[in-house]
């Protein structure tokens, strides 16, 4: 194991990740970055996060002509590098949060030692898992209302699910959409009643029960239609639209973290109120840990503060002679 004692380690490259990578470089706290993430069952999370299956971001600031979700990780990612961050193209599949230091093992199989640890692996977009799905991502398939429905202005779109979130995603692209269908696998929603009966109410809204997406259909560039296949008999329809909106949950990446954090009934991690876990030296930002806005600016700037939090932390443990001169 390498006794050098990292002042911070940051999980994940996506934009809480290099945000806190550029906040901790310009407090000189030298910060190591895993850009992979972590493995789980095999899997490599994406490096750079969400983004990188993003077409076009509209909605940062700084870029009043918008940007591509990978030029904009890229963006980041030299903005931390200039200021000393240690980009690692590695991931982290296990970690040891029981005492100081804090020790993650890489996999390459190295362990590695941290004062403190900024989590921001994010969380992916639950998918139908159907090819066609794949084929149409950022060409009419999308899971962020927020970030991609102004680009269907005046068109019909369908939204998948029929959860809060769904109820959510359809309210939002009424500003947009000339027509909203949410289509459900059963008969009724599991959203709250409120927001059920929101939808129910919507002019612009319409709803196709006990029916699931068989195929997303297209001429090659975007999406022309959804296949349907009724949940009661089998029976196969074909619904003309423009765009199709997953929003049947998100998964946050904190497999490798059970029993070494306090997570919450739905697996994002649990927080004191701003980015401190329930492990000493451990903060966590973005996806992660925020199941309500999912955007890359809130990101961000949970990114920052977690930086900041970890750096009075480090500032502390100095103090105290915890870390060496070269920790």
Excluded at 11 to 27: D, N
Excluded at 176 to 194: G, L, N, Q, W
Excluded at 197 to 208: F, L, N, S, Y
Aim: glycine residues 12%.
């Amino acid at each position: 194991m390498d006794q050098t004692v990292h002042k911070v380690v940051i999980i994940g490259s996506g934009p809480a990740g290099q945000t806190a990578a550029i906040y901790a470089g310009r407090a000189l706290l030298q910060p190591v970055l895993f850009e992979g993430g972590f493995l789980t069952s095999g899997d490599l999370m994406t490096s750079g996060g969400q983004l990188m299956i993003t077409s076009e971001v509209e909605n940062f600031p700084g870029f009043p002509q918008g940007v591509t979700g990978p030029e904009l990780v890229e963006r980041c990612r030299e903005q931390a590098k200039r200021f000393g961050t240690d980009h690692r193209e590695d991931v982290i599949d296990e970690v040891d949060f029981s005492g100081f230091p804090l020790r993650l093992k890489t996999g390459s199989g190295e362990w590695i030692a941290a004062a403190t640890v900024i989590i921001a692996t994010g969380a992916n977009a639950k998918w139908l898992g159907i090819e066609s799905e794949q084929r149409y991502m950022n060409r009419g398939v999308s899971a962020c209302a927020t970030c991609d429905g102004a680009f269907y202005k005046d068109v019909h779109v369908v939204v998948v699910g029929g959860g809060d979130s769904a109820m959510e995603e359809a309210t939002f692209l009424t500003r947009y959409a000339s027509e909203v269908t949410i289509v459900h696998r059963r008969d009724s929603f599991r959203a709250s009643k409120i927001m059920a009966d929101r939808v129910m109410k919507h002019p612009k809204i319409k709803v196709q029960w006990n029916v699931g997406v068989e195929e997303i259909v297209g001429d090659g560039k975007k999406v022309t239609a959804v296949r349907l296949k009724s949940t009661t008999d089998g029976a196969i329809s074909e619904m003309p639209c423009g765009a199709v909106f997953m929003a049947i949950g998100h998964q946050p990446n904190t497999q490798i973290f059970g029993g070494q954090l306090e997570l919450r009934p739905d697996g994002y991690i649990k927080l004191d109120g701003f980015t401190q876990t329930s492990a000493p030296g451990v903060f966590a930002a973005g996806d992660v840990a925020d199941s309500r806005y999912r955007q890359a600016i809130s990101a961000a700037g949970m990114g920052c503060m977690a930086a900041i939090d970890a750096e009075k932390l480090v500032e502390a443990y100095e103090a105290a002679g915890k870390l060496g001169a070269h920790g």
